[in-house]
């Protein structure tokens, strides 16, 4: 899915089945990390729990997949670490700011994105 998703974020033309589809996707691993239980996310979609199941199934095997595949290349323990520490971020973000105005959500990104700035100046 990963490398699906990267063909549709480049612009490449997918049939409308399955662009509908990697879009569902797209937006069921949103809300997933928001930590929206299955229901909920399948209630948002306006598809089923089996549905929403489905695609966080398909998802879960893309990663896995791709852990499989740095495990063997021998380059994994420094991403692991490096992973390990930022994989928290971005989810615990969401789940803190998932029912805040798009105002509020907006100044925290700018407030994290600003230290970044002021380095690379």
Not at 36 to 61: P, Q
Not at 62 to 69: N, P
Not at 94 to 107: G, I, M, S, Y
Request: hydrophobic fraction near 35%.
């Amino acid at each position: 899915m990963l490398d699906k998703l990267k063909k549709l974020s480049n612009g490449e033309k997918l049939s409308p089945c399955k662009s509908n589809k990697l879009e569902r996707q797209k937006q069921t691993y949103l809300l997933n990390l928001q930590r929206f239980s299955k229901e909920e996310i399948a209630k948002k979609l306006n598809v089923s729990l089996s549905t929403t199941k489905g695609d966080l199934r398909e998802i879960r095997d893309e990663h896995m997949g791709w852990h499989k595949k740095v495990i063997q290349s021998g380059s994994a323990k420094s991403l692991i670490d490096a992973v390990l520490q930022i994989n928290c971020a971005p989810s615990e973000l969401l789940v803190l700011c998932r029912d805040e105005p798009a105002e509020t959500k907006a100044k925290i990104l700018n407030l994290i994105l600003a230290p970044k700035q002021k380095l690379s100046k």
